[in-house]
């Protein structure tokens, strides 16, 4: 999975998410919201016949309009795809994931896809709306230094063998434990 600075929770007491990610917990930064995205050109023309080809103009459109923001795929922190064309979405589920990998990375955030009746641009078949968080310098070197910590009680506690306890704050959270996404 690529790294984000964000933390994925995904509960062992739920089915495994395939795509997407139950819960993401945000790491506090400037908040970016991305309009609907749809597979229009530079041009205007909407590109595109079917719902893959689509969805791939629509997504990067996404990841263009986040790095003019600041942001990266890595950033996203809920994303909602709406398409008219819910049967072909689902046929072609493979392909769309090979797709979004391509402009996304192997980063799954929390993310719906929606089925509607029609969307305000006639020619469209698929549109995609997200938020990100663009995390604060000083939050993140604040993270990294909390991870350094994390592993030097980890490595402790593993050379200290059975019958040791953890240190207070860093008990196994049980079932909110991380698990990466299929």
């Known amino acids: 999975m690529d790294t984000t600075p964000h933390q ?3 509960p062992l007491t739920l089915a495994d998410p395939v795509g997407f990610s139950h819960a993401l917990v945000v790491t506090p930064g400037k908040v970016v919201h991305i309009g ?3 597979a229009r050109r530079s041009d205007g023309a909407v590109a595109g016949d079917g719902v893959v080809q689509q969805f791939d103009r629509a997504l990067g459109n996404v990841v263009e309009a986040l790095r003019a923001a600041g942001a990266v795929p890595e950033h996203v922190v809920d994303m ?3 398409t008219t064309a819910m049967r072909s979405y689902r046929v072609s589920s493979n392909t769309i994931g ?3 990998r391509r ?3 192997r980063y799954y955030p929390p993310m719906t896809v929606v089925g509607v009746t029609e969307l305000m641009e006639p020619e469209a078949l698929v549109e995609i709306v997200c938020t990100a968080v663009v995390p604060d310098v000083r939050d993140t070197a604040e993270l990294d230094e909390d991870d350094e910590t994390r592993e030097m009680l980890e490595s402790i506690e593993e050379s200290s063998g059975p019958g040791v306890t953890a240190a207070p704050g860093t008990e196994d ?3 909110l434990r991380e698990r990466s996404p299929a």
């Open 80 to 82: 909602r795809i709406y």
């Open 103 to 105: 402009h996304m990375g």
């Open 36 to 38: 609907g995205q749809i």
């Open 98 to 100: 090979s797709v979004y």
């Open 8 to 10: 994925i929770v995904n």
């Open 173 to 175: 959270p049980g079932d």
